[in-house]
């Protein structure tokens, strides 16, 4: 709805959000389709990944050695 009534017709519905626009003609042109990778709220960062890893291998490390300390009697 244009607030002055001419021009282009307003492409948002009342009431409705700008996400919830979207998502609305997303359906109507996807058919379906899951949105884009890059904003996927689910999908790990790059950064949130290394953080694990770092981490990971901290744990297995202490782990490891403390095995390793068990073994051979603690010395």
């Given at each position: 709805?244009?607030?002055?009534?001419?021009?282009?017709?307003?492409?948002?519905?009342?009431?409705?959000?700008?996400?919830?626009?979207?998502?609305?003609?997303?359906?109507?042109?996807?058919?379906?389709?899951?949105?884009?990778?890059?904003n996927?709220?689910?999908?790990?960062?790059?950064?949130?990944?290394a953080?694990?890893?770092?981490?990971?291998?901290?744990?297995?490390?202490?782990?490891?050695?403390?095995?390793?300390?068990?073994?051979?009697?603690?010395?």
């Amino acid at each position: 709805m244009s607030f002055l009534g001419g021009g282009k017709p307003d492409p948002f519905e009342p009431g409705k959000t700008e996400r919830e626009n979207k998502q609305r003609a997303a359906e109507q042109a996807g058919a379906g389709k899951p949105p884009a990778d890059e904003n996927d709220p689910r999908r790990p960062t790059i950064t949130r990944i290394a953080i694990w890893l770092v981490a990971g291998g901290i744990g297995l490390y202490f782990i490891g050695s403390g095995i390793f300390g068990i073994i051979t009697q603690g010395g």
